[in-house]
């Protein structure tokens, strides 16, 4: 059974940065891409990020360039998103996902495992 947790979430002022986690068991996350998505309030999710298995593909959304980082840690089967610079417009529920190959676009159709989010607050 494949299990995706996230942590890190909280309640930041503007400015500020998190450091989000997503531990993953009964998969070997190196083999797979991997993303960040995020929900607001009445939006739709979107990707944040996505980080191919041989870390040659990275993908950025364009509102989150130059101050989120993607990284995994193969050894602890974890995934990271390092976020600065945060803005009150990052607010949002965070989620991890795995996709089915070794590269993944921005659709969440292609991702097959999820955790169970994280929310983030950023308070202006």
């Known amino acids: 059974q494949v299990q995706l947790v996230e942590s890190g979430g909280g309640l930041v002022q503007a400015g500020g940065s998190l450091r989000l986690s997503c531990a993953a068991s009964?998969?070997?996350?190196?083999?797979?891409?991997v993303g960040w998505f995020r929900q607001a309030q009445g939006k739709e999710r979107e990707c944040v990020s996505m980080h191919s298995s041989s870390g040659r593909s990275t993908y950025y959304v364009d509102s989150v360039k130059g101050r989120f980082t993607i990284s995994r840690d193969n050894a602890k089967n974890t995934v990271y998103l390092q976020m600065n610079s945060l803005k009150p417009e990052d607010t949002a529920v965070y989620y991890c996902?795995?996709?089915?190959?070794?590269?993944?676009?921005?659709?969440?159709?292609?991702?097959?495992?999820w955790g169970q989010g994280t929310q983030v607050t950023v308070s202006s």
């Open positions: 009964g998969r070997t996350i190196s083999r797979y891409a």
């Open positions: 996902a795995t996709a089915r190959a070794v590269v993944a676009s921005t659709s969440p159709g292609e991702y097959d495992y």
